[in-house]
């Protein structure tokens, strides 16, 4: 087996708890659409994860002080579209105002185009939609977390690895880089494809 050489950690500090997000979040930072009642709406958001993948599921924090929260629970669905760095403008502009202050869309020049299964638009702009069913109601009230399902993906046919970009709090973001292929030291089992 190749060896790969560890790197040497000399000291270290105590962190704050509630600062630690910081090296979990890095999952790539994904704007959400909605809409319900003639209104339609887009948060930027960081903390997300997979649930399953057959049904494929996805959980989300969307706090109780943002409009799409609400906006969501009344519609069931909400579009989970991947940007890429190009948009990291945009990504933070979204994510600095509330849908109330007006249309994102319009405010942002992002293009809406409507949905196979779900009532909410997708992002033309964004490398990846995928439409999304809610699913799992049952950890909202307590933890902001919603349970969806993917019922539809659209995914550009280029690149293969889209320039996604991973927040690290205090307005640092990671822009994703290099892919190496590991794939020979996996157990075939191991591997999904
Ligand atoms: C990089 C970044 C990541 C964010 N992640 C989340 C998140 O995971 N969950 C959340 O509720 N809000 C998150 N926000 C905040 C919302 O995007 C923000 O409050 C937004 O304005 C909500 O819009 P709305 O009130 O129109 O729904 C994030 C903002 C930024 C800039």
């Known amino acids: 087996m190749m060896q790969i050489r560890r790197k040497q950690i000399s000291r ?32 930027t958001m960081g903390w997300h994860m997979i ?3 057959s049904p494929s599921l996805v959980g989300c924090f969307i706090w109780d002080q943002n409009e799409s ?6 519609s069931k669905a909400c579009v989970i579209n991947v940007p890429t760095a190009d948009l990291i403008e945009t990504v933070i502009g979204v994510g600095n105002c509330h849908g109330s202050e007006g249309d994102k869309f ?27 069913k809610l699913v799992d109601t049952s950890l909202i009230r307590r933890y902001s977390l919603f349970v969806f ?7 550009a046919t280029k690149p293969k690895y889209p320039t996604t970009v ?28």
């Open 12 to 43: 270290k500090r105590d962190f704050p708890v509630d600062d630690i997000r910081r090296f979990l979040e890095p999952g790539p930072i994904v704007l959400v659409s909605s809409a319900s009642k003639g209104r339609r709406n887009i948060m």
């Open 51 to 53: 649930m399953g993948f």
């Open 69 to 74: 929260h609400e906006l969501i629970r009344r």
């Open 106 to 132: 319009d405010r942002f020049s992002l293009t809406p185009r409507p949905a196979k299964k779900v009532d909410a638009p997708l992002i033309a702009e964004c490398y990846a939609n995928f439409e999304c």
């Open 149 to 155: 399902e993917c019922v539809k993906a659209h995914v």
């Open 166 to 193: 991973h927040y690290r709090g205090h307005g640092v973001f990671m822009i994703s880089g290099h892919n190496r292929s590991y794939r020979r030291l996996f157990k075939p089992e191991m591997l999904e494809e």
